[in-house]
């Protein structure tokens, strides 16, 4: 005979949640039901923890690991970011040197083309000088002074007319220069560059020489002009539609004195105490006015042909005979 109740009818007894709820007055309640949507509710959002974490502290002390992994890996692309700027300075510095070398080679490039132009042209002016040597040696007419007047100027006797045969109110010429000058340019230019010895530099010079308003620096007083080796590169580049060699400017500037003669003063000008004094070749301006007269048009003292008749030149007026 048992005492108490069967533990089968005590079960049965028992409330289940389901009592529960409607003692406490809440709808149904389907436990299946409700844990499968609280479960799908929460899947995107709940935070995997140990199931070891049974209290606050041990939450505390996850949440701890979680921040210094989180530094760490801050720390970690910080790094990272520096060492990546690093490698883009480091290339940024590679391809300035790239670029200045490749500044350096144009310019030695640049420097080498010039030296060869300027070689070509000492090439050029040496293969004059020797053809003039040959027709100094082949001039059995030339006298002492023609050959002292070639070796101290590089010009010839034939620069400069007869001044007893020329006609009566015809003025001499005062210098090579003022000879040239007053002649027909195709005449002259026949003469100096295209027939016999050429002197390209000298016909340089007489142009420079002869466009002197365009490129002389006139004085302040009106007293004359003067040349600085800027106004005869000037002249140069507008002559030969190009910027002169140096070689070819200094050449040109010596013709310059050459030609000139005594109608130009070679001196010194110092426009300041702090400013280097500078050579410039002067001359006054009756004489440079001289140069644009055209005295000896009218006379064949250099002929068609581009060449002087004899070591004195024959005067020939174009009406008249010889003279």
């Given at each position: 005979?048992s005492i108490g109740k069967d533990p089968d009818a005590v079960d049965d007894e028992t409330p289940d949640d389901q009592d529960v709820a409607a003692a406490l007055g809440f709808d149904d309640v389907d436990a299946d039901t409700s844990t499968d949507s609280q479960t799908e509710e929460t899947a995107g959002t709940t935070?995997?923890?140990?199931?070891?974490?049974?209290?606050?502290?041990?939450?505390?002390?996850?949440?701890?690991?979680?921040?210094?992994?989180?530094?760490?890996?801050?720390?970690?692309?910080?790094?990272?970011?520096?060492?990546?700027?690093?490698?883009?300075?480091?290339?940024?510095?590679?391809?300035?040197?790239?670029?200045?070398?490749?500044?350096?080679?144009?310019?030695?490039?640049?420097?080498?083309?010039?030296?060869?132009?300027?070689?070509?042209?000492?090439?050029?002016?040496?293969?004059?000088?020797?053809?003039?040597?040959?027709?100094?040696?082949?001039?059995?007419?030339?006298?002492?002074?023609?050959?002292?007047?070639?070796?101290?100027?590089?010009?010839?006797?034939?620069?400069?007319?007869?001044?007893?045969?020329?006609?009566?109110?015809?003025?001499?010429?005062?210098?090579?220069?003022?000879?040239?000058?007053?002649?027909?340019?195709?005449?002259?230019?026949?003469?100096?560059?295209?027939?016999?010895?050429?002197?390209?530099?000298?016909?340089?010079?007489?142009?420079?020489?002869?466009?002197?308003?365009?490129?002389?620096?006139?004085?302040?007083?009106?007293?004359?002009?003067?040349?600085?080796?800027?106004?005869?590169?000037?002249?140069?580049?507008?002559?030969?539609?190009?910027?002169?060699?140096?070689?070819?400017?200094?050449?040109?500037?010596?013709?310059?004195?050459?030609?000139?003669?005594?109608?130009?003063?070679?001196?010194?000008?110092?426009?300041?105490?702090?400013?280097?004094?500078?050579?410039?070749?002067?001359?006054?301006?009756?004489?440079?006015?001289?140069?644009?007269?055209?005295?000896?048009?009218?006379?064949?003292?250099?002929?068609?042909?581009?060449?002087?008749?004899?070591?004195?030149?024959?005067?020939?007026?174009?009406?008249?005979?010889?003279?």
């Amino acid at each position: 005979m048992s005492i108490g109740k069967d533990p089968d009818a005590v079960d049965d007894e028992t409330p289940d949640d389901q009592d529960v709820a409607a003692a406490l007055g809440f709808d149904d309640v389907d436990a299946d039901t409700s844990t499968d949507s609280q479960t799908e509710e929460t899947a995107g959002t709940t935070i995997d923890i140990p199931e070891e974490v049974s209290d606050a502290n041990d939450l505390l002390g996850v949440v701890r690991d979680l921040a210094n992994e989180l530094g760490q890996t801050k720390q970690q692309l910080a790094k990272e970011r520096r060492d990546r700027q690093r490698l883009e300075e480091r290339h940024e510095e590679r391809l300035d040197e790239a670029q200045q070398e490749r500044n350096r080679a144009d310019r030695n490039r640049k420097e080498i083309a010039s030296r060869l132009n300027e070689v070509t042209d000492e090439i050029d002016d040496v293969d004059a000088e020797v053809e003039e040597a040959k027709e100094i040696a082949k001039t059995a007419s030339a006298n002492a002074e023609q050959a002292k007047q070639i070796a101290e100027t590089g010009g010839t006797a034939f620069d400069r007319e007869d001044a007893e045969g020329l006609p009566e109110g015809v003025e001499a010429s005062s210098s090579t220069l003022d000879f040239l000058a007053n002649c027909r340019q195709h005449r002259v230019k026949k003469h100096l560059v295209d027939n016999g010895t050429p002197r390209k530099n000298r016909f340089r010079a007489l142009l420079v020489m002869k466009r002197w308003d365009e490129f002389a620096t006139k004085r302040k007083n009106g007293s004359g002009i003067f040349w600085t080796r800027d106004d005869v590169k000037t002249a140069l580049t507008a002559i030969l539609g190009e910027e002169p060699h140096a070689q070819t400017l200094k050449r040109v500037w010596k013709e310059m004195v050459a030609i000139g003669s005594s109608d130009v003063d070679v001196t010194e000008r110092r426009i300041s105490a702090k400013q280097d004094a500078k050579k410039i070749i002067a001359m006054d301006i009756e004489t440079a006015e001289g140069l644009l007269e055209a005295r000896y048009h009218h006379l064949e003292l250099i002929d068609a042909d581009g060449n002087v008749t004899g070591v004195t030149p024959v005067v020939i007026d174009n009406d008249a005979a010889e003279v």
